[in-house]
C-alpha cells in the first residue's frame, strides 16, 4: 500500500512535520504518510480482507493493537483512518486518557464515537482545519442534498422535495434516532437553530429533559442500556447517506489509572461484550481498532478475565492467521535497524523539502545507522521509535551545520 502524497509535500507542510516530530515525536495528522515504514503487511492485509470486502458488505470486526509507548500506536492508526477514507468510511479517533475511560461506562462510548467523526478529509481539508463530530456531519449531509435537489428542482420547488426526501428514511433500530436525525435535518432547512442545537445535544448524549424532546418524538434516553442501540442505529444512518461504515478507532495515549475491582470488572465486561457484537448480523459494516501499551489488564483468575482472554488469544498474521484479533505492533518481519533506516531516510527527505538543503548520501547513512543502533539498545526502556526520530531530528540540524558524520554523544542522546 502506498501512502506517500509527494505532490503535496511542500515546504510548509515538510516544515509542519518536522516540527510535530522533533518537538513531541508524535506524527502529525497530516504528513505521516511521508515516513511510513513496515506496516505494509498490516495495511495492506486490513484493506484486502475487511475494509475493501467483509466490513463494506456488511460484517463486523475487532483488533487489539498491542505496542509500549513510543512504538508507533497513534501512526498506524492514523495509516488505517486514511485506509477507511480511501473506501468512504466515516472514522472517529479517540485518545483515551485517564480522565476517559470509554469502556468503563458504555454510554460514553456512544458519546466518545459522536464527537469525533470526521467523515473523509482530503490532504487539503486536513491541513486546513477540519471539524468533527455528529454535527459536522449532518451538515455536511444537508448541504450537499440541498445542491443536488436545487440542481435539478426549482427554488420552488425544493422545499416539499427535501421534506419527502427526509420522510423517506429508513426505519433504524432506535426510533428516537432516527426522529433525532430526521428534525435535525428540517431545523437546518427552516433555519430553526435553536431546535437543531437541542436535537444535537441530545444525538451527542447530553440528555436533555424530556419535556423538551417530546414535541420531535424523541423519548428514549442514552445509558448503559441503550448504548449499543443507539451505535448499531448511527451505523444504519451513516450507510443510508452514502457512507460505507465506521471505522473507530481507540487508542490508549496514557496507561490506564487505577481502577477499583469493580470498575475494571465492568470495563472488561464491556470490551467482551463489544467484541460479541462484533459477531452479531445486526451489528453491520463497523471495524474496531483498540491500540493499548500493554495487555495486564487481561490478568486475573476470574471469569471476565477468562472470557475476554478466549476471545482475544488469536494473533493476526497475514498468511497464517489475518482473522487474528491481536495486531503486535513489534512483530513486523523487518529487522529493527533496518526498518529505523528506512524511517530515517524518509525523514531526511523530508527536512531536505523543509529547509532546502541535500545532505551527502554516505554521511547520511552513517549518522542514521549510529542514531538507529543507539535508539535500539534501549528498546527495554521506551519505544524506540519515538526515541530515534525525535533524535533524528536533532541529527539533522546539525548535520546540516556541520555536513560530518555524527555519533549519539554529538546530539546528547
Known amino acids: 500500500m502506498k501512502t506517500e502524497q509527494n505532490a503535496l509535500l511542500t515546504q510548509f507542510v515538510a516544515r509542519q512535520i518536522i516540527e510535530t516530530v522533533g518537538g513531541q515525536g508524535t506524527p502529525p495528522e497530516y504528513g505521516f504518510q511521508f515516513f511510513t515504514a513496515g506496516l505494509d503487511m498490516y495495511l495492506d492485509t486490513i484493506d484486502e480482507e ?14 487489539m493493537v498491542v505496542g509500549i509507548y513510543g512504538e508507533g500506536k497513534t501512526h498506524f492508526l492514523y495509516s488505517i483512518r486514511e485506509l477507511g477514507w480511501k473506501y468512504d468510511y466515516i472514522t472517529a479517533y479517540i485518545a483515551l486518557n485517564p480522565e476517559q475511560t470509554p469502556f468503563h461506562k458504555l454510554q460514553q462510548v456512544y458519546k466518545s464515537i459522536v464527537a469525533n467523526l470526521i467523515y473523509p478529509q482530503t490532504p487539503e481539508e486536513l491541513l486546513s482545519g477540519h471539524e468533527r463530530g455528529i454535527e459536522a456531519v449532518i451538515k455536511k449531509w444537508y448541504n450537499e442534498k440541498y445542491r443536488e435537489v436545487s440542481e435539478k428542482f426549482s427554488e420552488d420547488e425544493v422545499y416539499d422535495e427535501l421534506l419527502r426526501y427526509i420522510s423517506s428514511l429508513e426505519s433504524y433500530e432506535s426510533n428516537s434516532f432516527r426522529n433525532a436525525i430526521k428534525e435535525a435535518f428540517k431545523a437546518l432547512l ?74 475494571k470488572n465492568i470495563l472488561l465486561n464491556n470490551l467482551r461484550e463489544l467484541i460479541d457484537e462484533c459477531g452479531h448480523t445486526n451489528f453491520k459494516s463497523t471495524m474496531w481498532f483498540y491500540a493499548v501499551t500493554n495487555e495486564n489488564f487481561l490478568e486475573g483468575k476470574t471469569q471476565i478475565y477468562t472470557a475476554l482472554t478466549q476471545r482475544l488469544s488469536s494473533i493476526f498474521d497475514e498468511e497464517i492467521n489475518p482473522t487474528g484479533a491481536k495486531i503486535y505492533l513489534n512483530r513486523i518481519p523487518i529487522e529493527p535497524i533496518e526498518l529505523l533506516m528506512k524511517i530515517g531516510i524518509k525523514l531526511a527527505k523530508t527536512y531536505e523539502v523543509a529547509y532546502k538543503v541535500s545532505f551527502d548520501e554516505n554521511v547520511l547513512r552513517e549518522t542514521l545507522e549510529n542514531i538507529a543502533k543507539e535508539a535500539y539498545k534501549r528498546k527495554l526502556e521506551t519505544g524506540y521509535k519515538r526515541l530515534f526520530v525525535k533524535n533524528m531530528i536533532k541529527a539533522f540540524h546539525k548535520l546540516r551545520k556541520s555536513g560530518k558524520p555524527l555519533i549519539p554523544e554529538d546530539i546528547d542522546m
Open 190 to 263: 427552516e433555519k430553526r437553530e435553536g431546535d437543531f442545537s437541542l436535537i444535537i445535544q441530545w444525538l451527542v448524549g447530553e440528555n436533555p429533559p424530556k419535556n423538551m424532546l417530546k414535541n420531535y418524538k424523541i423519548f428514549e434516553k442514552l445509558d448503559k442500556s441503550t448504548a449499543f442501540k443507539m451505535i448499531r442505529s448511527l451505523v444504519e444512518w451513516v450507510q443510508e447517506i452514502g457512507y460505507a461504515g465506521l471505522v473507530i478507532l481507540l487508542d490508549e495515549a496514557e496507561q490506564t489509572p487505577s481502577m477499583s475491582s469493580k470498575q
Open 50 to 63: 475487511y475494509l475493501s470486502t467483509y466490513v463494506r458488505e456488511g460484517g463486523s470486526a475487532f483488533k
